[in-house]
């Protein structure tokens, strides 16, 4: 069992940054590749950004391409996810998840990730 438990969120102006952290209890970290999915109100859960177990590899989701960085720290056993020039319609609930399969690419797909951070709320102001 791996326990994620993201940090960073708060509330932001539009234009602005925030980094999210996500920490994971396991000491097998560089073996799961690592996504963040949003989900606004009212809205289906969506998938943001994915890195792979090795780092080695990196997805986005367009909405968010050359604006999110994700990163990993598997020495620290942590993921993060640098936000800039933040907009409104990125307020979102954001969670970490990890995925245990060691696969080539890196998934866009919630159902293959198996472990799931509680989640930590992003505000952006207009």
């Known amino acids: 069992q791996v326990q994620l438990v993201e940090s960073g969120g708060g509330l932001v102006q539009a234009g602005g940054s925030l980094r999210l952290s996500c920490a994971a209890s396991?000491?097998?970290?560089?073996?799961?590749?690592m996504g963040w999915f949003r989900q606004a109100p009212g809205k289906e859960q969506e998938f943001v950004a994915g890195i792979l177990y090795s780092g080695g590899r990196t997805n986005y989701d367009d909405s968010v391409k050359g604006r999110f960085t994700i990163s990993r720290d598997n020495a620290k056993n942590t993921v993060y996810l640098q936000m800039n020039s933040l907009k409104p319609e990125d307020t979102a609930v954001y969670y970490c998840?990890?995925?245990?399969?060691?696969?080539?690419?890196?998934?866009?797909?919630?159902?293959?990730?198996?472990?799931w951070g509680q989640g930590t709320q992003v505000t952006v102001s207009s």
């Open positions: 396991t000491r097998t970290f560089s073996t799961y590749t």
């Open positions: 998840a990890a995925d245990s399969t060691l696969r080539v690419g890196v998934p866009a797909d919630r159902v293959e990730y198996d472990y």
